[in-house]
């Protein structure tokens, strides 16, 4: 038997299985509605049946008619409640019979003599069918609302289910490209120095193996060259030990008062080599207050964003670093300002990520850095209950970063060293 036979035959097998599922199902399917309305008939010929020999066993041959009615009418509203509209209607006919025949004058036959009973039996009918329709329909709504409720129950588990596995797709293109930036920036951050560094201490285990020694000057150049790299390799491993602790809230700020122009001053110290080609200009705002906040952090932050102004603005332009007070938010700001090409608008939320770096992703200019700085800057800010962000410089030219830190309160403060 040929392959092409045996799939023909999987599958008309499988169709008739499915058919057969399909057939049972219908089958019990209509059975139970079958069951379900002949109880419902059933129940409302003996409700009807056991409420009037309960009646005529229990009271005498002149029973109030009011109360024959009103028990007669709830045999109607349970049944209609339970079973739905036709056994109701049953219900209601075989009551008014009922109702005739035991209970109205002349009992044990269906003549009626007074004229005001005509007017009792067909309000009771009147009543009972209006009532039936009335609670069939309250039960139909119910169960309809119920089917709704499970129906919203059943969307909402298939959209929490739609939306994780979107969030569990997002989460790994997100954890790709962190692992993918990451690698990009281990292997430059740390190939880059280590190559330096294995051609520098080569070039002089040579030279001390060679009759052609080096001179002074080179060797302190090879020396400087290896010392530079170490500090390089030194930063990239720091950064990312403080980018981890960020992350796992274990960053602890060992706060105290700090001067902001002190702040700042060792941050320009430590951007003397970076910040050489560069005008460097200072406007401190005069007599401003002291902040509760870590000194060597903060100078981190001014550090970082002098870097980045002096790295992608052109040689001999000018930085600006500027600290002021917001007296209506009782903050400082303090903003570094360069003349470089600037970044889109797009972009400025999106360099405070780890391992984003602007300069790959808009200005096409040779690479900078690793793409932690700005995060760790930020986490630094945000630390201290500040905000950093990124703006247009004057008159729309070159890059502005920003950040605020909230003036220390005297109170709070000494409250927090009696504390410690």
């Known amino acids: 038997m040929s392959r092409r036979e045996l799939e023909r035959i999987g599958g008309e097998y499988e169709r008739a299985t499915v058919d057969c599922h399909k057939s049972c199902y219908t089958a019990a399917t209509m059975q139970r509605t079958f069951v379900s309305k002949t109880l419902g008939y059933a129940m409302a010929v003996g409700g009807v049946a056991v409420v009037t020999a309960t009646l005529k066993l229990i009271t005498s041959a002149h029973v109030n008619s009011t109360t024959v009615a009103l028990a007669l009418l709830l045999v109607v509203l349970g049944v209609a409640t339970v079973w739905g509209s036709r056994p109701a209607i049953v219900a209601s006919l075989l009551g008014v019979l ?12 269906f003549t009626i003599a007074d004229p005001e009973n005509w007017t009792a039996l067909f309000t009771f009918l009147v009543t009972a069918v209006v ?13 309809e609302a119920e089917a709704a409720r499970r129906e919203i129950e059943r969307l909402y588990e298939e959209s929490q289910e739609v939306f994780e596995r979107a969030s569990e797709a997002k989460v790994l293109r ?40 080096l001179s002074r000057e080179d060797r302190c150049e090879l020396l400087i060259v290896i010392d530079e790299e170490a500090d390089r390799l030194n930063r990239f491993i720091e950064s990312m030990v403080e980018l981890a602790r960020l992350e796992a809230g274990a960053f602890v700020l ?47 932050v ?91 410089g004057a008159r729309g030219r070159g890059t502005r970063g920003c950040f605020t830190v909230p003036i220390g309160d005297d109170e709070i403060s000494l409250n927090e060293e009696a504390a410690a």
């Open 302 to 392: 001014v550090y970082t964003l002098l870097d980045n102004a002096c790295k992608y603005s052109p040689a001999g332009s000018r930085v600006l670093v500027r600290a002021e007070v917001l007296t209506e938010s009782e903050r400082i700001r303090v903003t570094v300002e360069d003349e470089g090409p600037g970044i889109p608008l797009a972009l400025r939320e999106k360099v405070f990520d780890k391992f984003f770096r602007a300069d790959a992703a808009a200005r096409q200019l040779p690479r900078g850095g690793s793409g932690m700085g700005l995060a760790i800057a930020r986490g630094i800010v945000e630390a201290h209950g500040g905000n950093i962000w990124i703006e247009d």
């Open 254 to 300: 060992p706060r105290a008062w700090a001067d902001v122009e002190e702040i700042i001053g060792s941050a320009l110290q430590r951007a003397e080599r970076v910040a050489q080609a560069h005008r460097i200009e200072c406007k401190i705002a005069p007599e401003l207050p002291l902040v509760r906040a870590d000194e060597r952090a903060l100078a981190e």
């Open 98 to 109: 009922c109702f005739n025949y035991f209970f109205l004058p002349p009992v044990g036959t």
């Open 174 to 213: 997100r954890s790709e490209q962190l692992k993918s930036a990451l690698l990009d920036a281990v292997t430059h951050d740390l190939r880059t120095p280590l190559t330096a560094i294995k051609a520098s201490a080569t070039t002089l285990l040579e030279e001390a193996n060679t009759e052609l020694p």
């Open 131 to 143: 009532t039936g329709q009335l609670s069939a329909r309250a039960r139909q709504r119910a169960l």
